[in-house]
């Protein structure tokens, strides 16, 4: 008879082996993106539907050709991919009745007794789907981030936004991936995400705390940003000051962000070639639905005709949760 230690480890064997059969890990090895969930259900020709649902957060349906889910759309963007990747585990594991699901996650692995062998199949799945090690460390490696910075909330905070999953979904998969003790996940979940946000918005009093703080640096260059629409952006770019460069801001009101904050700090270490540094330091804040790339520049400001001396570009897809209809990438693609 199959045990709950079964259905973990088969839903994790076939994350993985969907990774490997959609090409993930060459396409995300770098660690610039999230996983791309509602493509996966794509992938399989699954009719997905954003609804307002009432107790429920997705149902899975299984149909003669494929399957329809339904996914709620009274959580935020992060609950919808899991609850996403968790209905798409019900299809990848070929459980072929309906499944209404009211809870899914990592709180769901908690549950002892009473809890479905499908359902835990399909949680362990969506975590590994979402969350695998291979991604963790991808993240890590672009930023820098050691074993020991992984242990700090505000850097689990900054990964989980990268990785498109909530705060706690990350720490718990920090552990499931043996980056943290599970005591250390545990005490790093029971914190609340405020106080990573108001550390990286420093002396920046936001109307409210719920948009996310994204802090940016060279090494996010080329990432793509999944986040919503209220979201700050807090740049920290060096800027080869002494040389008369300066990095031009004025492409971000026309990508939809309105600065908050803009200053220059002392940068530690050596001047470079182009003289003694400073960090440009930055604070803009998303006013409306954002999905384009944003390419900003450092140059010198009477030298607008000559190539820049550098380049940042992020692809913005501050879009937040997805409204009631089918995923907007194919409502913008039928249109
Ligand atoms: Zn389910």
Redesign the pocket.
Known sequence: MATKRDAILNGIGRAAELHAELGLKAKLGTGDRAINVLGALKFFNIATLFRPLEGLLGA?VPTPRSAGVLITTLRDHHVQRFTAA??LG?HVLEHRTV?L?TK?GFVARGEKEGYDY??QE?DAFAAEFLLPKWLLAAHARRQGWTREHLKRADVVYQLSLRIGASFSSTCWALAGADFLSRSEASALADLPPKASKQRALNDVTPESWRPDVWLLSERDRGAQLLGSPEDYLVFDLEEHDAGGYEWDVEPMPSAGLSIRKDERREASGNPSAFGANVRRHVVAQGQRLAVQRLTLEERRPWETATQALNTFEVDLALLGKEPVGLPRRERMLAA
């Open positions: 899975y968790h209905e019900h499944s699901d899914v499908q359902e399909a």
